[in-house]
């Protein structure tokens, strides 16, 4: 049963242009969401975060949208670079402050084309 | 150098072999995880630890043995490797102690089982 769901596996974007990469989730007990980046042979990094309380979090190019009602999580990068070509997760934890356990979604290839 | 690392990053075995992937980090945090990362799965926690000498199942541990005799090093033991278990395998690591409770991620070691 998969809790969180990355249903695009891939996303074209020209450069400059805007990405946006969507989440789902099933679980609403989960109250706080993570975003990571993955580049080939590498580990996956944090790149952004939003608590249940809020419904946008911005930091930078990358902005992150809750939606409870709808249990959607959305993550924009504006503008687009081709630096941004990565797998991205989706991540969610029920419970902030102790040892959040994360369920990851499947991941999100983003392919930032000149 | 500061931050967490795995040995070794690619290893082929055997069916049937025991096989220790090996996890350490520098920053003394408390929370140590193990993830495998499968096409059409994304990331999945084999085990966790909260503290040295104390560890956890998470969704996947069938077949794998974990322990944490220091802070900084958290071992993972194939215990008789199967086909199933080539993967991808992450360690991290976390503080929890304060917003957004990221994970750190270490570069991953490709395992492979024939």
């Known amino acids: 049963d998969q809790q969180v769901k990355q249903n695009s596996p891939s996303l074209s974007v020209q450069e400059g242009r805007i990405s946006i990469l969507n989440c789902d989730y099933t679980?609403?007990?989960?109250?706080?969401f993570l975003w990571y980046k993955k580049y080939p042979a590498e580990g996956p990094t944090f790149l952004i975060s939003?608590?249940?309380?809020?419904d946008k979090n911005e930091d930078g190019r990358f902005t992150v949208f809750l939606n409870k009602s709808a249990k959607h999580l959305s993550l924009h990068i504006v503008p687009s670079q081709p630096g941004d070509s990565a797998v991205y997760f989706c991540?969610?934890?029920?419970?902030?402050?102790?040892?959040?356990?994360?369920?990851f979604g499947t991941g999100t290839r983003l392919q930032v084309t000149l | 150098d500061a931050g967490i690392t795995q040995s070794p990053r690619y290893k082929i075995t055997e069916t049937g072999r025991q096989v220790t992937l090996m996890c350490h980090q520098t920053?003394?945090?408390?929370?140590m995880f193990w993830y495998r990362q499968d096409l059409g799965h994304g990331l999945r926690l084999i085990y966790y630890?909260?503290?040295?000498?104390?560890?956890d199942k998470g969704e996947v541990p069938d077949g794998y043995v974990v322990s944490r005799s220091k802070t900084e090093n958290f071992p993972l033991t194939l215990e008789s490797a199967t086909r199933s278990q080539t993967s991808v395998y992450f360690c991290?690591?976390?503080?929890?102690?304060?917003?957004?409770?990221?994970?750190?991620f270490g570069p991953g070691t490709r395992l492979t089982v024939t």
């Open positions: 991290a690591s976390s503080r929890f102690t304060t917003v957004p409770y990221e994970q750190y």
């Open positions: 679980n609403s007990m989960f109250d706080y």
């Open positions: 920053w003394s945090h408390s929370y």
């Open positions: 939003i608590s249940s309380i809020k």
């Open positions: 991540a969610a934890s029920v419970g902030t402050g102790t040892a959040s356990k994360l369920t």
């Open positions: 630890s909260a503290a040295a000498d104390i560890t």
